[in-house]
């Protein structure tokens, strides 16, 4: 899964939470305002209507209606009543029986069962290729490329003013520990979002989770800006300003990023390279910077 649709999935975890100021549930039970239930079973009762309803882990069973919008993040899905706007289903099963009714879009992973007499006002779309439709247009590249470059610029530069020793760590980094620059780089890479998935499997852990997959966004961007000083830094050297530095760096990564190919894989290594150098140079001195080695003590003359 990229980024940019983890971020599509992450802010639909935050945002349906925030749809729901009635009620967070744990167990079965429906609630005239909107349902969310974190894990065990949804179950809107035949007659029985809510505004949106929204569960994480477990199965969700419609036989009333869903004013808005139904989102079940992993289980099955069974439908005999009424959705009035769409259904989104991420991982799990979804039946529409007959006699069913849902009046926006239907958007899921696995193929839905639709049985004879259901209806469907909108469309059936696969979830992964609707998330990616916007991406698939010229102009909705650009203005991706447009806006990651103007808040990686901001970023990069607020990271500099307030750590205004962040290059020299990140180079040093680098130069001197590329191997475990790159290890542990790649390490935290893929070891966040899959910690993030096991949090969220334990109900005491999904807050944690929750926040974690936000953050990932951030915390890999981070990681970019980093990589775009550090190899900005290896073309400028001191005492050039870190500015030039970081701004030569950042503004190739940029340029190579309107390249579909290119763009995606000069991200991921300037990435890797920002979180494995901010890595090691977190377990040098203070200040980001390894301690000079002192020079050898002259050999004892007789």
Same mark, same amino acid.
């Given at each position: 899964m990229s980024l940019r649709r983890c971020g599509v999935v992450a802010f639909l975890f935050l945002g349906m939470l925030m749809l729901a100021p009635g009620a967070v549930a744990q167990e079965n039970g429906v609630d005239d305002d909107d349902v969310v239930i974190l894990t065990g079973r949804l179950n809107v009762a035949e007659g029985e209507s809510v505004q949106n309803a929204v569960i994480f882990n477990g199965p969700a069973v419609v036989e009333g209606t869903v004013e808005e919008w139904l989102v079940v993040f992993n289980g099955r899905t069974e439908i005999t009543g009424t959705v009035r706007e769409?259904?989104?289903?991420?991982?799990?099963?979804?039946?529409l029986r007959s006699g069913s009714e849902v009046q926006g879009d239907?958007?899921?992973?696995?193929?839905?069962?639709?049985?004879?007499?259901?209806?469907?006002?909108?469309?059936?779309?696969?979830?992964q290729t609707r998330f990616d439709l916007y991406d698939s247009t010229f102009v909705g590249r650009f203005a991706w490329?447009?806006?990651?470059?103007?808040?990686?610029?901001v970023l990069g530069l607020v990271l500099l003013f307030l750590a205004p020793r962040l290059d020299l760590a990140a180079i040093t980094s680098l130069r001197d520990r590329a #191997?475990? $620059?790159? &290890?542990?780089?790649?390490?935290?890479?893929?070891?966040?979002?899959? =910690? *993030?998935? @096991? !949090?969220?499997?334990?109900?005491?852990?999904?807050?944690?989770?929750?926040?974690?997959i936000g953050g990932l966004a951030l915390i890999y961007s981070i990681g970019y800006v980093v990589? #775009?000083? $550090?190899? &900005?830094?290896?073309?400028?050297?001191?005492?050039?300003?870190?500015? =030039? *530095?970081? @701004? !030569?760096?950042?503004?190739?990564?940029?340029?190579?990023?309107?390249?579909?190919?290119?763009g995606g894989l000069a991200w991921f290594v300037a990435t890797v390279l920002g979180l494995g150098t901010l890595w090691v140079a977190g377990r040098w001195a203070p200040g980001g910077v390894r301690p000079p080695t002192p020079a050898p003590a002259p050999p004892a003359t007789a």
């Open positions: 769409d259904v989104i289903v991420f991982a799990g099963d979804v039946v239907v958007i899921t992973l696995e193929d839905p069962q639709i049985e004879d007499g259901a209806t469907i006002g909108g469309s059936v779309d696969d979830l490329w447009l806006a990651y470059t103007v808040s990686t610029l #191997g475990a $620059a790159i &290890g542990f780089g790649l390490m935290v890479f893929v070891l966040l979002p899959i =910690v *993030a998935g @096991l !949090l969220l499997v334990t109900v005491v852990g999904i807050p944690l989770g929750l926040f974690l990589g #775009g000083l $550090a190899l &900005g830094r290896l073309a400028v050297r001191e005492p050039t300003s870190r500015y =030039v *530095a970081f @701004l !030569l760096g950042w503004g190739a990564l940029r340029v190579v990023a309107l390249v579909p190919f290119l």
